[in-house]
């Protein structure tokens, strides 16, 4: 090999190496990343230094029936949530983002505001509500008098609201799908020096 081809070589393994660094690794690391986040929606946790588990959602709690009860927290027919993690590659870099609205609040979790409208079909659940707390058939008279549990109260009042809008705060726990991750840091770095690997041994 003369000192020409030497210089033309390493110039090439050079070309090959900056490629893959500002174009080829963020698209094959932010393939992974999003792999790797979806797979979280699955695991019911997020995946940091092992499985953080999620807090489940109330609808998985007992046996209750019904078609949304059969998915995991977080997941449903549609997967709209899971669905919407992508990643947008650029020089040397990636972006992994999710672009639904509420993906943020259960990423990392806090305080939620809503003020519903209240409307005859709302009262008319919150009536069937507060009969089904008391265990009675729907329209049987109450005793003024009587002792009623803490739920059926709530929904007796909802039912006789005068207001047309509701305050309602509650907080949302944290169920991180998406962030810094032991594990995908780990896999991309070993696949970077297996991408490295290649260039250097191959002709």
Partial sequence: MTLKDLKDYLS???NQLEDLARRRMPV?????????????FRQSGFVNNGLQAWKPAKRTEGKKKGAENNYKTLTSGRNHLMSSISYIPHDSSVLIKN?????????????VNSHPTVTP???KFAWAKYYEALGVPKGTKVHKTLSIPEDAARWRALALTKKTKLNIQYLMPKRQFIGESRELT??????????????IHNS
Avoid: C, L, R, T
């Fill in 12 to 14: 090439k393994k050079g």
């Fill in 28 to 40: 094959i690391a932010g393939q992974m990343a999003v792999s790797h986040f979806k797979s979280n």
């Fill in 121 to 123: 079909k709302m009262k």
């Fill in 99 to 111: 672009d639904v609205p509420y993906a943020s609040i259960h990423n990392e979790g806090g305080q």
């Fill in 186 to 199: 780990d896999k991309i770095n070993a696949k970077w020096e297996q991408e490295i690997e290649k260039i």
